[in-house]
């Protein structure tokens, strides 16, 4: 089984930036830990600061060779239809993932343009979130 996980702007600050709200780990250091637990998945990785980009790689994992899409579009969750309409455009299933209780943070947070399309969302569990989402998706 082949899982993507697609991660959106500044979660390649992860371990530096705000890290009473994210952690000190950085999500390299985390991926390895992943790779190491799902021994039996082919995982990969993909983060991209640029919106169009993430589009792009959606577009690409989205109708072959790829069984599942963990997504964290960060920020953009909130603002891109793009997004939202890319997800919902693809075959392959995405499950929305997010480190912090979105709903615990500012009120913008609280709406998401991918939690209608994806089929599934979790959120406020920290990186495990991402652990979780691969659960559900193997």
């Not at 702007?9 to 991926?31: A, I, Q």
């Amino acid at each position: 089984m082949k899982i993507i996980i697609i991660n959106g702007p500044n979660l390649n600050l992860l371990g530096k930036r705000e890290p009473e709200v994210y952690g000190k780990t950085t999500f390299e250091e985390y991926f390895a830990s992943l790779q190491f637990k799902f021994t039996s998945l082919q995982l990969e990785y993909y983060q991209s600061n640029i919106e169009g980009e993430i589009i792009n790689k959606l577009h690409e994992c989205g109708f072959e060779g790829y069984d599942g899409i963990v997504l964290n579009a960060g920020a953009y969750t909130h603002t891109s239809i793009g997004i939202g309409d890319a997800v919902k455009g693809i075959e392959t299933p995405v499950v929305e993932v997010h480190i912090s209780n979105t709903f615990g943070r500012e009120e913008f947070r609280h709406v998401s343009y991918i939690s209608p399309v994806a089929k599934g969302v979790i959120l406020g569990f920290g990186l495990k979130s991402y652990d979780l989402a691969i659960h559900s998706l193997s």
